[in-house]
């Protein structure tokens, strides 16, 4: 992304605010807003055959995905290597940090949310029609 904008092959970028910080103070990239999203910022997803050929697979990265995630909300000094890893002001890593929520690896995406985000996406002129939650969700990974 930032070698296309800075070569003009794009227009702009939509990504997490906090982790682009370093990028937009250094002037590499501009900030023009911010736009909330009702969804999460990570979801596993699948072909319905994967689920059914690799579920297990499936089950075990999201069980080591889950795992990482939990054993950082127990890290004394995660804020210090989210400062180092990713260059981010003492500051940004912690209001990062302070509105950062994990699901645990049995979260499901529900038809409610779903729906709410197949409607801002219908709004936003990225989709053409809203599915049945049904056509979309699959059963949970076993």
């Known amino acids: 992304a930032r070698r296309a904008l800075g070569a003009g ?3 702009y970028l939509l990504w997490d605010r906090f982790m682009t910080q370093p990028v937009v ?10 736009q909330p999203t009702p969804w999460p910022a990570f979801v596993t997803v699948a072909r319905t055959d994967v689920i059914d050929e690799r579920g297990d697979d499936l089950s075990a990265i999201i069980a080591a995905v889950a ?11 995660l804020i210090d290597r989210l400062v180092d890893r990713f260059e981010l002001a003492r500051e ?10 994990w699901g645990r690896a049995d979260d499901q ?30 059963a949970p990974v076993a």
């Open 25 to 34: 103070d250094r002037g590499e990239l501009r900030r023009v807003g911010v």
């Open 92 to 101: 940004v890593a912690a209001d990062w940090w302070a509105v950062t929520r």
């Open 9 to 11: 092959e794009a227009d």
């Open 67 to 77: 795992a990482t995630a939990a054993g950082l909300t127990r890290s004394d000094d």
């Open 109 to 138: 995406l529900t038809p409610e949310q779903l729906g709410e985000v197949q409607r801002t996406l219908l709004r936003l002129g990225r989709i053409d029609e809203i599915l049945p939650a049904e056509q979309i969700l699959a």
